[in-house]
Structures are given as structure tokens and as C-alpha cells.
């Protein structure tokens, strides 16, 4: 998956929000416009092609505090969608610099 397709669809406001990822947002006080940011400049750190029913990945970025934050976005490829399916804080005892999972 290309991250510039998740970003055009932030940018082109076609994206869609989960009610889980709503309550995560929520939750971790994350805005929508740190969330977006968080993703306009981060990176993906995983991949699940096989995700059901579009592939999606891990996102890991930074909010306008400079802490960190992870997201999973899905990608219709046929209609140019991105959805959020979750967002949280990294937990630093589960990830290395934030991007690499502890064994």
C-alpha cells in the first residue's frame, strides 16, 4: 500500500471514520486534524494486504506535540476511500522508536 493514497484521500476529504477508532480518538484525545497530520507526515510501519474488505497498514507519526501516535487506514483502491480503523498511543514497552514491534 502507498501511504500517498491515504494522504490524497485525507486531502481530498474522502475518508471515513470507524465508530472503534471514533471511541479511540476519544479516548487518547486525539483531534481528527492531529490524527490527519500524524498521517500527512508519517510513514507506514506495517502492512496487512490481506485485511478484509480492503487492505489497510499501521501508521506511525507524530502529533503536533512531537508525540508519537499510531493509526490503521484501509484503502478502497476502486473508489480512492481511506478509512480509519483505529488510532492509539504506542505503548514504549511494545515498540522500538515507535516503528518496531519488541519480540
Not at 490481506?50 to 508519537?68: A, Q, R, V
Not at 483502491?77 to 483505529?86: G, I, N, R, S
Amino acid at each position: 500500500m502507498e501511504i500517498a493514497n491515504i494522504q490524497g484521500a485525507i486531502q481530498t476529504g474522502k475518508i471515513q471514520i470507524t465508530d472503534h477508532a471514533d471511541e479511540e480518538a476519544q479516548n487518547d484525545k486525539y483531534s481528527y486534524d492531529e490524527i490527519f497530520y500524524s498521517v500527512l507526515t508519517g510513514k507506514i510501519i506495517e502492512d496487512y494486504p490481506d485485511d478484509k474488505p480492503y487492505p489497510s497498514c499501521l501508521i506511525y507519526g507524530i502529533t503536533f506535540k512531537n508525540e508519537p501516535v499510531h493509526s490503521v487506514w484501509a484503502y478502497n483502491e476502486v473508489t480512492k476511500w481511506a478509512v480509519l480503523v483505529t488510532v492509539y498511543r504506542p505503548d514504549q514497552a511494545k515498540w522500538i522508536n515507535w516503528q518496531r514491534r519488541r519480540s
